[in-house]
């Protein structure tokens, strides 16, 4: 699984139990879900809470689904030397914990 700055991309088709195991190893709160990093436009993120809401509504079932199915697309984002405060204000506008930063070829770079 690639890692860009700390942040850990995996392709859409991987079941949702084996994302989960790869967030616990690696003591992750969150992973992208994609092909590449390449493009931001093309990349989802799955949080331990989005995992904690499936597996309450979907049950045991849930461990066997691919985890691109749940991906919450667009990925919000913010350019890459964008002031941190710009990143705060973002993340309490739109009631988000997580946040891509982007560089001025729209890959995610972290």
């Not at 030397?81 to 988000?96: F, Q, S």
């Amino acid at each position: 699984m690639p890692a860009s700055r700390g942040s850990t991309i995996i392709p859409g088709e991987t079941l949702l139990g084996a994302a989960l195991k790869l967030i616990a190893e690696r003591k992750l709160s969150s992973v992208l879900v994609g092909e590449s990093l390449a493009d931001a436009g093309q990349v989802g993120i799955v949080t331990e809470r989005d995992i904690m809401r499936i597996l309450a509504e979907r049950g045991a079932e849930a461990f066997a689904l691919p985890i691109g199915s749940f991906a919450s697309r667009p990925l919000a984002s913010v350019p890459e030397d964008a002031l941190i405060y710009r990143a705060i204000g973002r993340m309490a506008n739109r009631n988000i914990r997580h946040l891509a930063a982007v560089g001025s070829d729209d890959a995610v770079v972290g």
